[in-house]
Nanobody
Framework: QVKLVESGGGLVQAGGSLRLSCAAS????????MGWYRQAPGKQREFIGM???????SYADSVKGRFTISRNNAENTVSLQMNDLKPEDTAVYYC??????????WGQGTQVTVSP
């Protein structure tokens, strides 16, 4: 089993920056990739980006050039650096981990609110 805990959410003005962190514990040896999703009220959960254990990253078009995912394998953490935040970025942000065998784990979520 893998446990994920997000931190770093909060309120920020449009154009500002925020950094989210996700700490993984448990069967971390089985993790193949970790990523971030977000979900606004009444909307479907949206993929943001991910990073594999080899360090390869991918991003959704909506955040390319503004958001950056980084990892610290020694500390079993991943971070989401969010720059030039916009009101439409307001959502609950979730960390996820994909493991071997085929399993997906989720954190509890952290609220990000961007004011105009």
């Amino acid at each position: 089993q893998v446990k994920l805990v997000e931190s770093g959410g909060g309120l920020v003005q449009a154009g500002g920056s925020l950094r989210l962190s996700c700490a993984a514990s448990g069967s971390i040896f089985s993790i193949k990739a970790m990523g971030w999703y977000r979900q606004a009220p009444g909307k479907q959960r949206e993929f943001i980006g991910m990073v594999t254990t080899a360090g390869f990253t991918s991003y959704a078009d909506s955040v390319k050039g503004r958001f950056t995912i980084s990892r610290n394998n020694a500390e079993n953490t991943v971070s989401l650096q969010m720059n030039d935040l916009k009101p439409e970025d307001t959502a609950v942000y979730y960390c996820n981990a994909d493991s071997n065998p085929r399993m997906r784990y989720w954190g509890q979520g952290t609220q990000v609110t961007v004011s105009p």
